[in-house]
Nanobody, 123 residues
Framework: VQLQASGGGLVQAGGSLTLSCTAS????????MGWFRQAPGHEREIVAAIGRTGASTRYADSVKGRFTISRDNAKNTVYLQMNSLKPEDTAVYYC?????????????????WGQGTLVTVSS
C-alpha cells in the first residue's frame, strides 16, 4: 500500500488549505482512511477519520467545525479541507489506512502511512 499526501504549505491564520492523499496498492473503497498530524515535540494525533463510503466521519475536538474530511473512491483519494486555520494547527499531516476493514479513531488502528505534508500557519 502506498499513500501520497500533498497540499501542505504556508498560510496565514484564518486561512484555508486542502490536503489530498492518493492511495494505491489496495482496494481503496473497502477501507477507512484517517488524517493525523504531528507537531514538533508532540505525539502524532488523529485529526479525522472517514468510513468506506464517506457516510461516517469523526473529528478530533480541536478541529471540529473547521476541518472536513471527504473521499472520492473513484479517484482513490481522501481530502482534508482545513478552514479557519490557527497557528496551533502547524504540523506535518499524514494520511493513513488500516490493514483491515475496521473503523478506527486511534493511531494503533492504522498500519500504512503516507510521507506527510507540512502545514505552517503564521500568526
Amino acid at each position: 500500500v502506498q499513500l501520497q499526501a500533498s497540499g501542505g504549505g504556508l498560510v496565514q491564520a484564518g486561512g484555508s488549505l486542502t490536503l489530498s492523499c492518493t492511495a494505491s496498492g489496495h482496494t481503496f473503497s473497502r477501507y477507512t482512511m484517517g488524517w493525523f498530524r504531528q507537531a514538533p515535540g508532540h505525539e502524532r494525533e488523529i485529526v479525522a477519520a472517514i468510513g468506506r463510503t464517506g457516510a461516517s466521519t469523526r473529528y478530533a475536538d480541536s478541529v471540529k467545525g473547521r476541518f472536513t474530511i471527504s473521499r472520492d473512491n473513484a479517484k482513490n483519494t481522501v481530502y482534508l479541507q482545513m478552514n479557519s486555520l490557527k497557528p496551533e494547527d502547524t504540523a506535518v499531516y499524514y494520511c493513513a489506512v488500516p490493514d483491515d476493514v475496521g473503523y478506527y479513531f486511534t493511531r494503533e488502528g492504522y498500519k500504512y502511512w503516507g510521507q506527510g505534508t507540512l502545514v505552517t500557519v503564521s500568526s
